[in-house]
């Protein structure tokens, strides 16, 4: 696992609503309004997180670290 802290942010236009963020990582991740969600926007560094985002089919979850704005997940 990766140290550090992370932004976690879903684009609200791209995604589904497939659940499988939720389904996925339910301690990082919740659907609301049909929708999937962060529980909060920066967490600490946990590879359960990149799962999630490596496993949107919309790709539509983004991982940034904090204070570089790094891209973590996903990866091309």
């Known amino acids: 696992m990766a140290d ?5 942010s879903i684009d609200s236009g791209t995604c589904i609503g497939s659940g ?15 929708y999937g969600v ?6 600490d560094a946990d590879d359960e997180v990149i799962t999630a985002a490596e496993s949107c089919p919309m790709e539509a979850i983004l991982v940034r670290e904090v204070g570089t704005e790094k891209v973590i997940a996903p990866l091309d």
């Open 4 to 8: 550090g802290r992370w932004n976690v």
């Open 20 to 34: 499988v963020c939720a389904g996925t990582s339910p301690k990082y991740f919740k659907l609301e309004g049909g």
């Open 38 to 43: 962060p529980i909060v926007d920066e967490v």
